[in-house]
């Protein structure tokens, strides 16, 4: 059972890993991300269904397109990968024994889930085009408000927290609309990061991930700068948002394989 449980989470993660590089794709190009037809970037073919599955498609076709025959970037399928990893290690850390009983816990993993989105869509553009997308963040924002609100229905979380929450998001949102575009920089975008990691995890957490990020970033600064002189900027939103994922992998093992 748990085997079968465990190939159809990874299974699952690979398809939300490919989904991620058609957005991340085309959520900059301001293109359909839902109803639009994937099709090839580079000869524009629509692809069928065989190449639409994901790791099993770019191992049958050797990394190429099957139309027009340019590689495919192998990162697509490093992606998808990884993602089916992350779903598998991710419920892992939930120590769940029953999903027909631990309904609360199936209900947070919803929530990762969901999280894991954004995070990784915030990360694959930041790192594409340095751009935060609010667009992308008010997503998981209203995504954690509804976990929130299931929260306080079962009675697990106090109102005050709630009325917090919401007036944060409420907050974040407002200033996005006053705040004219050319006023707007990178660094307020990451800034607003920031808010959105806190109201997903907590202070200490935040804390934490900033200031792993800020280490990871001054190395990466470093290397950067060796192998291309002429780069400006590093893509904090990536950094902070995959050390996100991360960190909230870790928490689950510590908080529920402790009980």
Known sequence: MNIFLYGMLFIMGTFFGSFFTLAVYRIPLKKDITHEHSFCPNCNHKLGMLDLIPVWS?????GKCRYCKEKVRI?????????????????LSLHVLDIFTEINKI?????????????????????????????ILLFGSLCQLVYMLYLYVIGATSMYRYIIYFILIA???ILLKIVPNKFRNYWMETALLLIYIELIINLRGMLLIVFLSIMVSFVLRIVEKQKYPTIKQTPMGFILSFSTIVYMIVENFIKFWNR
Request: aromatic fraction near 22%; charged fraction near 10%; glycine fraction near 6%.
């Open 58 to 62: 770019y191992l049958a076709l050797k």
């Open 75 to 91: 990162r697509y399928f490093i992606l998808e990968i990884l993602s089916g990893f992350v779903f598998v290690i991710s419920f």
């Open 107 to 135: 209900a947070y993993f919803i929530s990762f889930v969901f999280q894991y989105i954004t995070l990784v869509l915030i990360a694959g553009i930041d790192k594409e085009h340095h751009n935060i997308h609010s667009s």
């Open 171 to 173: 907050g974040i949102f």
